[in-house]
């Protein structure tokens, strides 16, 4: 079974440019989260994604962070424009269903983005 | 809100060596407890996880058990290997009423093993 994919792995910008990145979910998870993991500290859920309709993003900086999960498939996150401080490793995860009170749902990660903003 | 707190790293043994990672919680609800490891390059891969109190989670010679009166999540090996050096998160996931499944991190304490 594929697990999830994440492009590009690695990426470099200067403050106020903007950067995509895309995430490919296992195949039939409906649910898809992306973190963010600063530099010596446990990932940070930024947005959780139900199908194609947004679940959480309270911990998501509106004013330059946007993320679309279009046809509940792919996924992609927009930074723009960065600032230094969104250097970090972008994780996307995946998993079966919504995490009901009976659900143990497990989070499969990908490998990451590692953003650097010079 | 909820949180997780764990040891201070890094941690360093020899190989064969005992291991404990100390793992705390806090949270309003009823929360699943995990334990993932990230190898170096590599993304979070999931260790083990165990979803009520006393349940054991156990993979790859990895422990770990759900103590609801002490609000810990303590993972053991009982031999650990030069392999094993890694990235170590303990995480919850709240199954409340306010559920959305995500879950929430410690730092991370990072194991290295030296032959």
């Known amino acids: 079974e594929a697990g999830v994919a994440q492009s590009p792995r690695y990426k470099i910008i200067e403050k106020r440019q903007s950067v995509a990145f895309w995430c490919n979910p296992i195949?039939?998870?409906?649910?898809l989260y992306w973190y963010q993991q600063i530099l010596g500290q446990g990932p940070k859920l930024l947005i959780q994604?139900?199908?194609?309709?947004?679940?959480?993003d309270s911990q998501l900086p509106k004013d330059r962070f946007s993320a679309e999960r279009l046809k509940g498939v792919d996924s992609t996150l927009k930074i723009q424009p960065a600032k230094l401080e969104d250097s970090a490793v972008y994780l996307c995860?995946?998993?079966f269903g919504s995490g009901s009170r009976r659900s143990t749902d497990t989070q499969y990660f990908g490998p990451g983005t590692r953003l650097t903003v010079l | 809100g909820d949180s997780v707190t764990q040891m201070e790293g890094p941690v360093t043994l020899s190989e064969e060596a005992f291991l404990t990672i100390n793992c705390t919680y806090t949270?309003?609800?009823?929360?699943?407890l995990f334990w993932y490891v990230q190898y170096p390059g590599e993304g979070l891969q999931l260790l083990l996880k165990?979803?009520?109190?006393?349940d054991k989670g156990s993979n790859k010679g990895f422990e770990a058990t759900y103590r609801k009166e002490t609000t810990s999540f303590h993972l053991e090996k009982g031999s650990v290997q030069v392999s094993d050096s890694a990235v170590y998160f303990c995480?919850?996931?709240?199954?409340?009423?306010?559920?959305?499944?995500?879950?929430?991190f410690g730092q991370g304490t990072t194991l290295q093993v030296k032959p």
């Open positions: 165990a979803t009520k109190a006393d």
């Open positions: 995480a919850l996931s709240d199954r409340g009423s306010s559920n959305t499944g995500k879950l929430i």
């Open positions: 994604f139900q199908n194609n309709g947004v679940v959480d």
């Open positions: 995860a995946s998993s």
């Open positions: 195949s039939g998870h409906a649910t």
């Open positions: 949270a309003t609800g009823y929360p699943s």
